[in-house]
């Protein structure tokens, strides 16, 4: 019944900007953490960033400066604000969410779609 959809991935040149939205619909009673993952072809799947339901958040080493995550409780949104992004920063970025369904008594995680940001000249 939880859905996250995906949106904002694009070709864009080194040194550009893009903005990656998540929107959790749903019987959602509460979200917990809410994260963005990263993969390129081959490689591993990595942590970019998280923020905590009190709005604390923690970025990996590589983007720290760069990248900002943000939410908007009232929409059930996650955003990753991406500046200066560079060609190492290519991959599929998935966001993650940590939730609570009015249906369970436990919180799972939830992936969405995947949506993928090429850097490139």
């Known amino acids: 019944q939880v859905q996250l959809v995906e949106s904002g991935g694009a070709l864009v040149q080194p040194g550009g900007s893009l903005r990656l939205s998540c929107a959790a619909s749903g019987n959602i009673f509460r979200i917990n953490t809410m994260s963005w993952y990263r993969q390129a072809p081959g490689k591993q799947r990595e942590l970019v960033a998280t923020v905590t339901s009190g709005s604390s958040t923690n970025y990996a080493d590589s983007v720290k400066g760069r990248f900002t995550i943000s939410r908007d409780n009232a929409k059930n949104t996650v955003y990753l604000q991406m500046d200066s992004l560079k060609p190492d920063d290519t991959a599929v970025y998935y966001c993650?969410?940590?939730?609570?369904?009015?249906?369970?008594?436990?919180?799972?995680?939830?992936w969405g779609q995947g949506t993928q940001v090429t850097v490139s000249s």
């Open positions: 993650n969410v940590n939730l609570r369904e009015y249906s369970r008594i436990y919180s799972r995680d939830y």
